[in-house]
């Protein structure tokens, strides 16, 4: 499909192009995507980006913030709302950084980490769900396709990962 085409219909602005328009049709999936992670990680009580937040850390203890907003793909002051509500959970620990007294490190708690190992079976039930209504062979594509997208789009994002482009 031409999305240029003068005569294409996702050109015209009414409701009925809506639907085949590919970041209203992102979008409805975040939506969805979010609702998934939600229902099936219900008993713990975490967020899809409170959730990245903490695999992060875990992967990468003793960032400060900054960093971690880069890693996770949002900007720094909306991490920190995040960051706060973390450690107020127990599950982050922000100690001074050695080498400049203003910035903090962030480690993920014990108690973050169990979290992490808890979830594990909820969290991967979750991301199965939202591919189940494809089959295995489209899965892999559209996965293949969506990575190519977040990556070659990167840059324009209010929040680009270093790396990622």
Request: charged fraction near 20%; proline fraction near 8%.
């Amino acid at each position: 499909m031409n999305l240029m085409a003068p005569n294409n219909p996702i050109l015209c602005a009414t409701t009925e192009a809506l639907p085949r328009m590919p970041g209203h049709l992102i979008r409805r999936l975040q939506q969805i995507a979010v609702a998934i992670f939600l229902e099936d990680t219900a008993s713990f009580g975490i967020t899809p980006v409170q959730y990245a937040a903490l695999l992060s850390l875990n992967d990468h203890p003793g960032v400060d913030q900054r960093t971690l907003a880069a890693l996770v793909g949002l900007d720094a002051s909306t991490l920190g709302g995040v960051v706060d509500r973390l450690e107020t959970r127990g599950w982050l620990q922000r100690q001074p950084s050695p080498t400049d007294r203003r910035v903090k490190l962030l480690n993920i708690s014990p108690e973050g980490r169990r979290l992490l190992q808890d979830m594990a079976s909820s969290i991967e039930a979750s991301q199965q769900r939202i591919l189940a209504p494809l089959p295995a062979v489209k899965q892999a594509q559209f996965m293949a396709m969506l990575a190519e997208l977040v990556d070659k789009n990167n840059t324009l994002s209010r929040a680009p990962i270093p790396g990622e482009d």
